[in-house]
T-cell receptor, first 110, second 115 residues
Framework: DAKTTQPNSMESNEEEPVHLPCNHSTISGTDYIHWYRQLPSQGPEYVIHGLTSNVNNRMASLAIAEDRKSSTLILHRATLRDAAVYYCILRSGSARQLTFGSGTQLTVLP | DSGVTQTPKHLITATGQRVTLRCSPRSGDLSVYWYQQSLDQGLQFLIQYYNGEERAKGNILERFSAQQFPDLHSELNLSSLELGDSALYFC??????????????FGPGTRLTVL
């Protein structure tokens, strides 16, 4: 699987936007970019995914660079409940499992 | 609530023992995945079952085995337990459409402590 690189930790103030970066310079043309997050004491949960175009859903937005070598997960207004570890994961067509890296620990300050 | 249930929530046992972890997938999901989360290794994929058949294998030890039953629930069996097997074990389920857009839904996990 292609590798992703994320900062170990980030901080944000409550009700402000958060931009969580992910580098994936060895991404292949068929790899989808997925984001999952893991809230404290819970299992991971799906956030969003995309291939080439930017994507929006009720939880977040995903901005994908034109060369696809990086992406950014955007939380438009962080809440205390968004404090979690965020994982950026590349998935190819043949891979059934999720390959988790170390993720970014997001701390939201009141 | 993801719709995936796991029992028990906590399990404390001794080295050398055997335990069974149980998972019920979301209604309609045919695939079950098992993951292990430990402090030093992070979240690691163990094994996947699809409609009763093993489909993919990850870093699963030979002392560990799994199966998926006709009602689609799955069990992960861990034997000859060692201290290093202490971890959170997560089950996830998905439709497994074969597409890389397939979403996995995770259960709340079973915390295993081996003393």
């Amino acid at each position: 699987d292609a590798k992703t690189t994320q900062p170990n930790s980030m901080e944000s103030n409550e009700e402000e936007p958060v931009h969580l970066p992910c580098n994936h310079s060895t991404i292949s043309g068929t790899d989808y970019i997925h984001w999952y997050r893991q809230l404290p004491s819970q299992g991971p949960e799906y956030v969003i995914h995309g291939l080439t175009s930017n994507v929006n859903n009720r939880m977040a937005s995903l901005a994908i660079a034109e060369d696809r070598k990086s992406s950014t997960l955007i939380l438009h207004r962080a809440t205390l409940r968004d404090a979690a570890v965020y994982y950026c994961i590349l998935r190819s067509g043949s891979a059934r499992q999720l390959t988790f890296g170390s993720g970014t620990q997001l701390t939201v300050l009141p | 609530d993801s719709g995936v249930t796991q029992t028990p929530k906590h399990l404390i046992t001794a080295t050398g023992q055997r335990v069974t972890l149980r998972c019920s997938p979301r209604s309609g999901d045919l695939s079950v995945y098992w993951y292990q989360q430990s402090l030093d290794q992070g979240l690691q994929f163990l094994i996947q079952y699809y409609n009763g058949e093993e489909r993919a294998k990850g870093n699963i030890l030979e002392r560990f085995s799994a199966q998926q039953f006709p009602d689609l629930h799955s069990e992960l069996n861990l034997s000859s337990l060692e201290l290093g097997d202490s971890a959170l074990y997560f089950c996830a389920s998905s439709v497994d459409s074969g597409l890389s857009t397939d979403t996995q839904y995770f259960g709340p996990g079973t915390r295993l402590t081996v003393l």
